[in-house]
């Protein structure tokens, strides 16, 4: 057997991350070398990891901008695939990651957790995503899959004095554990009929007619039901407002963005080049998940008093009009589906961070009445707010109008008129916990007239950016659409 | 019926019995003793598939050193059987229920006809399963290869970040710096005159 050796280009970010996160470890395990083992020492936030992941993160990103092309290239006998989708994807993913870890800083060093660990685990879980996402095998898909979420069980511990982190962390590990069971009892059925685990090849196979559509029925079933909790979807649902309550603010902010573009990429990967000839099969599934999703997300959603809980049932709702895109199973729909998920995780963003502005040592800014009347104490950073809860809601001028839109827009194309009613109507419901926050914000009276403590300026700036930015792109969204759908076009077109 | 497909059932039932018993079993050493079972069992199933590297290492890893492992551990931790039960029962009902729908749902699915996976033709006589294993391993499937390696490498690092603690002010010593002593730092030598022994008596008392 003579192996050819693969494309290694298409795979250098890949590269690049996985070195820099050893590099940060090494840094990590060597720089606190000789110095005293005080109280002092312990807590000292060590910036070394912080300054090596923002500069790798940004070094990937010029990588992936340098070599995409726009051409379809594979590598690794296949099980790599570098296209338009991946590059976008990717590029969202690095920015995330990059916002994830300046809104974060001041936090962790509040808390004793700004040391390397804390970024290695961070570019493992990024390269976990991007495996992911340039995946086109169900091997790689599946280990992607499993390095991002080893890492992110470990980052959600990783305020081990912490009994309601350490419970999220053993609820998402458990529950975890069981969807991944779940995917690779189905992975396993898709094998056994079409005996390829390649995604392309397995289309074919199914393209040309199976003589055991049993088989198929009963691996598609765990295969969505193992998706279905990876992505947080009722009602596979239980364990987001969980983790997203328990986990440190900083954790959550990461696991509410950037893995969402990841899971994106795995249900695309899964469902549009693998099992496209099953998507009659699977439609169904996903449109019952979805309406399932978009109910128990918004009606839940009301009664919470914890800001990250409310904002975990309002991603519930959210991964509720992403499998609505996904489920018309056209090229329009998945664009949809992308541009949804790109300014979602724009807005999420924006969100947690401004929760982790607001969270000082010993305070964590996370009940609803903590933002009563932060009009007055700190109008601009309350204005942001009103500008993320509004976009959240789907109001125009903001982006997320444009989202929820395109969204319907390929629902009715497709003919699921019923399903876009549906969808709409859970949304007016929805805009009520949303506007709720709103009104917290201008019109009850504050506990204290203390003005918000000053945060380092880089957060200050990036969150001004990402709240201006859900309003520019709610004004000119046609850039970002037209990007989605060209992306998705030269992939599937 | 052939004889391999009686040993295969035969092994397949024992499988099934035993990964029942690792479930219900209400000594946690009886329930690792019979995941052993079950392993060596499973270890028979691929020997059947001509698949001898994997059902050695299968044997090799888990029962031989995993399974070891986990037994001590079990033997050592304090375990309050009546507490765990409780908690079990109070279960129970639901967990019934969901596993009961679960069943008729796959036999009303599944029942009555075959499932029609069909086992793979049988390999000829000098196919060597190490040998291609080995060889898929290390070219067409070096990427999983190699992300599994980074799997493990994480479960390392997350596993030392949750559990080593630097606490402040605990006397320890640094194994490197005791390797790297040298006589200079520990020995010194003084360079005494030679003295009388009766000077010598003087400055010892």
Same mark, same amino acid.
Do not use: C
């Given at each position: 057997m003579i192996l050819s050796m693969p494309d290694l280009l298409s795979a250098a970010p890949e590269m690049l991350v996985l070195v820099m996160a050893c590099v940060v470890l090494m840094f990590e395990a060597y720089a606190v070398r000789g110095q005293a083992d005080t109280a002092a020492a312990v807590a000292r936030p060590r910036v070394a990891g912080y300054v090596l992941t923002l500069a790798t993160l940004l070094a990937a990103a010029g990588l992936t901008a340098f070599t995409a092309s726009g051409v379809t290239a594979t590598a690794f006998s296949g099980m790599f695939v570098d296209d338009a989708l991946a590059d976008l994807l990717k590029l969202m993913t690095y920015f995330a990651g990059i916002a994830a870890a300046i809104y974060s800083r001041q936090y962790l060093a509040d808390r004793a957790l700004m040391r390397g660990e804390y970024f290695a685990l961070l570019l493992f879980a990024v390269l976990g995503m991007m495996v992911m996402i340039s995946a086109s095998h169900l091997l790689t898909l599946y280990l992607g899959l499993e390095l991002l979420s080893l890492a992110l069980y470990a980052m959600v511990a990783l305020r081990r004095d912490d009994a309601v982190a350490v419970e999220a962390a053993m609820k998402y590990f458990v529950l975890g554990a069981l969807a991944s069971g779940l995917l690779l009892y189905g992975m396993s059925m898709l094998y056994g009929l079409t005996g390829t685990l390649e995604l392309g090849k397995m289309a074919a196979i199914l393209a040309g007619g199976v003589d055991e559509p049993?088989?198929?029925?009963?691996?598609?079933?765990?295969?969505?039901?193992?998706?279905?909790?990876?992505?947080?979807?009722?009602?596979?649902?239980?364990?987001?407002?969980?983790?997203?309550?328990?986990?440190?603010?900083?954790?959550?902010?990461?696991?509410?963005?950037?893995?969402?573009?990841?899971?994106?990429?795995? =249900?695309?990967?899964?469902?549009?080049?693998?099992?496209?000839?099953?998507?009659?099969?699977?439609?169904?599934?996903?449109? =019952?998940?979805? =309406?399932?999703?978009?109910?128990?997300?918004?009606?839940?959603?009301?009664?919470?008093?914890?800001?990250?809980?409310?904002?975990?049932y309002s991603t519930i709702?959210?991964?509720?009009?992403?499998?609505?895109?996904?489920?018309?199973?056209e090229v329009n729909g998945y664009s949809a589906a992308l541009f949804y998920v790109v300014t979602y995780v724009i807005m999420s963003l924006g969100a947690f961070g401004l929760i982790l502005h607001l969270a000082r040592?010993?305070?964590?800014?996370?009940?609803?009445?903590?933002?009563?009347?932060?009009?007055?104490?700190?109008?601009?950073?309350?204005a942001l707010m009103a500008i993320l809860m509004l976009s959240m809601a789907g109001l125009p001028p903001f982006v997320g109008f444009y989202a929820k839109l395109t969204v319907l827009q390929a629902l009715v194309g497709a003919g699921w008129i019923w399903l876009a009613v549906v969808a709409v109507l859970f949304s007016l419901v929805g805009a009520y916990y949303y506007l709720r926050v709103v009104k917290r914000l201008y019109f009850d009276t504050p506990h204290s007239l203390e003005p918000v403590t000053a945060?380092?300026?880089?957060?200050?700036?990036?969150?001004?950016?990402?709240?201006?930015?859900?309003?520019?792109?709610?004004?000119l969204p046609q850039p970002l659409l037209s990007l989605c759908l060209q992306a998705m076009r030269l992939t599937y077109g | 019926m052939e004889f391999s497909a009686v040993i295969f059932y035969l092994f397949a039932a024992i499988l099934l019995l035993a990964g029942l018993r690792v479930i219900t079993a209400k000594n946690p050493v009886h329930a690792a003793l019979a995941l052993v079972l079950a392993f060596f069992t499973a270890a028979g199933l691929w020997i059947l598939l001509e698949a001898e590297f994997l059902a050695i290492t299968l044997v090799l890893v888990y029962v031989g050193a995993v399974m070891v492992l986990f037994l001590f551990v079990v033997m050592m931790l304090d375990i309050n059987l009546e507490q765990l039960r409780q908690q079990f029962w109070d279960y129970l009902p639901i967990a019934a229920l969901v596993a009961g729908l679960l069943i008729v749902q796959m036999i009303l699915v599944l029942g009555g006809e075959t499932f029609g996976l069909n086992p793979?033709?049988?390999?000829?006589?000098?196919?060597?399963?190490?040998?291609?294993?080995?060889?898929?391993?290390y070219t067409e499937y070096v990427y999983p290869f190699e992300l599994a390696a980074v799997i493990l490498l994480v479960a390392i690092v997350a596993a030392i970040a949750l559990t080593l603690r630097r606490r402040a002010g605990v006397k320890w010593v640094d194994p490197a710096v005791q390797v790297k002593v040298k006589r200079e730092g520990r020995v010194r030598l003084v360079n005494l005159k030679p003295q009388k022994p009766q000077a010598q008596s003087e400055e010892d008392a």
């Open positions: 049993v088989v198929l029925a009963f691996g598609l079933v765990f295969v969505v039901a193992g998706l279905g909790f990876k992505l947080g979807a009722a009602p596979f649902h239980m364990w987001v407002p969980d983790i997203y309550h328990g986990a440190p603010t900083a954790v959550t902010l990461f696991i509410g963005s950037a893995p969402k573009l990841a899971a994106f990429a795995f =249900v695309i990967r899964l469902l549009a080049d693998g099992l496209q000839p099953a998507h009659g099969d699977w439609q169904q599934m996903l449109a =019952v998940m979805a =309406v399932l999703s978009l109910a128990v997300g918004n009606l839940a959603a009301i009664m919470q008093t914890n800001i990250k809980r409310m904002l975990a709702a959210h991964m509720g009009f992403l499998l609505l895109g996904v489920m018309t199973g040592a010993g305070f964590e800014a996370d009940a609803l009445d903590d933002y009563k009347g932060l009009n007055r104490r700190a109008p601009w950073l309350a945060t380092p300026g880089d957060a200050r700036m990036l969150l001004s950016v990402n709240g201006l930015a859900v309003l520019a792109l709610g004004l | 793979p033709a049988p390999k000829p006589a000098g196919y060597s399963n190490t040998k291609e294993l080995g060889l898929l391993l």
